[in-house]
T-cell receptor
């Protein structure tokens, strides 16, 4: 069964460094999402992406964040200059038809900023 | 202001018991999702519904659009059902999540 994959599973970085989190969505899906979950807190929406553009973003998704679909299979989240408070689990998800379709989640990348 | 409220926050049950988790939301939605988050952190979508009721195995989800309320029921609960159950609502192209209900089913 197709699944969403994410790499790496765990990333440790120093404050101020740039990180890129990678996701491979399910191949025929058209909508892509990033979410984060700070330890012990609820999942939060970051951004949705369709047709090579951001379609929605939350207030969390500021200028330090960017997303890209560089090659038709990968979907990346870049954090330009990491802060301690960026430490969280980051989940990628994808689906075929946006808000009225089941989303398929990747296993997550745990980001630790020291 | 929480757009999605779940109750209870924590729930402990004995194996075989009937479980109900509730979700209320305060915004207009395209759909409501019930998700399961395992202890390792992975998230699995259980149901997506915009009206009525859906059933999958021992799981049943219902939604009342007028009352902005949904319930997730688990019949004949089993220790392997132990997880965090999350209610989320989608509108436009984003999703808003509840805080989750941590379910522990004891043998």
């Amino acid at each position: 069964e197709p699944e969403v994959t994410q790499t790496p599973s765990h990333q440790v970085t120093q404050m101020g460094q740039e990180v890129i989190l990678r996701c491979v969505p399910i191949s025929n899906h058209l909508y892509f999402y990033w979410y984060r979950q700070i330890l012990g807190q609820k999942v939060e929406f970051l951004v949705s992406f369709y047709n090579n553009e951001i379609s929605e973003k939350s207030e969390i998704f500021d200028d330090q964040f960017s997303v890209e679909r560089p090659d038709g299979s990968n979907f990346t989240l870049k954090i330009r200059s990491t802060k301690l408070e960026d430490s969280a689990m980051y989940f990628c998800a994808s689906n075929l038809m946006a808000s009225t379709d089941t989303q398929y989640f990747g296993p997550g990348t745990r980001l630790t900023v020291l | 202001k929480n757009e999605v409220e779940q109750s209870p926050q924590n729930l402990t049950a004995q194996e075989g018991e009937f479980i109900t988790i509730n979700c209320s939301y305060s915004v207009g939605i395209s759909a409501l999702h019930w998700l399961q988050q395992h202890p390792g952190g992975g998230i699995v979508s259980l149901f997506m519904l915009s009206s009525g009721k859906k059933k999958h195995g021992r799981l049943i989800a219902t939604i009342n659009i007028q009352e902005k309320h949904s319930s997730l029921h688990i019949t004949a609960s089993h220790p392997r059902d132990s997880a965090v159950y999350i209610c989320a609502v989608s509108y436009n192209n984003d999703m808003r999540f509840g805080a989750g209900t941590r379910l522990t089913v004891k043998p």
